[in-house]
């Protein structure tokens, strides 16, 4: 357990290197720990579930979905109690580190709006070939939903290899997600990070930003001039892996 004050960003990207992530018992707590799951939810880039109804809700552009244009607001809103989440796991040092993460390039967030309003979304951080998604939120029905597509359309358009879901959901389970053993969980780590000379020891540039290096804005090109990637564009890559 780390106790109160900050959380230094050159460790949290190494403990993520290396399979370990921090939580807190609440959003008030003082305080976070690391985890180290035995069975690791991920979620296979080529085996995501786009069901008839998220293509079509994809497709018609119900929501406006960009990345990077709310980063505090998405963890903010992620870290919110809710009727069916009365409680959460991120408390300030966590989102602190993360805003701080996003500032260096490491850290992004992928919005989904509806108007002006922010619908749902979700935030993680790249090292490598690797993405790990960390919490995603809806105060719209399927907001979510295509927060998490869109990211795997970007994902599998930007070359990276493992999407990192932490811990297994029903609804997780239903978009394609698998629940694997650590051992199998930390060979595709060590597959994602290894073309990049990533280790723990390695810098923080290096981890995100070194040669093999997944792309997170490889999609962007095809992002209007709103800054959201079209839903036909999403529908189209989805296409070719589900």
């Known amino acids: 357990m780390t106790g109160p004050g900050t959380l230094d960003p050159g460790l949290l990207l190494g403990a993520y290197s290396v399979g370990v992530f921090p939580m807190a018992d609440s959003r008030d707590a003082d305080s976070i720990y690391w985890v180290e799951p035995r069975r690791r939810a991920i979620l296979p880039l080529e085996g995501f579930h786009l069901s008839r109804s998220l293509r079509r809700v994809i497709a018609a552009d119900r929501f406006r979905v960009t990345v990077n244009r709310a980063f505090p607001q998405v963890i903010a809103l992620c870290a919110e109690a809710a009727e069916d989440r009365p409680d959460t796991w991120i408390n300030p040092i966590i989102e602190d580190a993360f805003v701080r993460l996003h ?102 540039a290096s981890l995100a930003a070194g040669d093999g290096a997944g792309d997170f804005f490889a999609l962007d090109a095809a992002a209007g001039a709103d800054g959201a990637v079209p839903g036909k564009v999403v529908v189209q890559l989805l296409g070719q892996t589900s």
């Open 103 to 204: 500032a260096m390039g490491h850290a992004h967030s992928v919005e989904c709006w509806d108007g002006d309003r922010l619908a749902g979304g979700l935030y993680g951080l790249a090292l490598g070939r690797a993405f790990f998604g960390e919490s995603m939120v809806s105060r719209a029905p399927n907001a979510s939903k295509v927060a998490i597509a869109s990211l795997v359309a970007r994902l599998g358009a930007g070359s990276f290899s493992l999407l990192d879901c932490q811990f297994m959901t029903a609804h997780l389970a239903s978009l394609g997600a698998q629940e694997i053993d650590r051992a199998d969980y930390m060979a595709l780590l060590g597959a994602a990070l290894s073309s990049t000379g990533s280790s723990a020891a390695s810098s923080a």
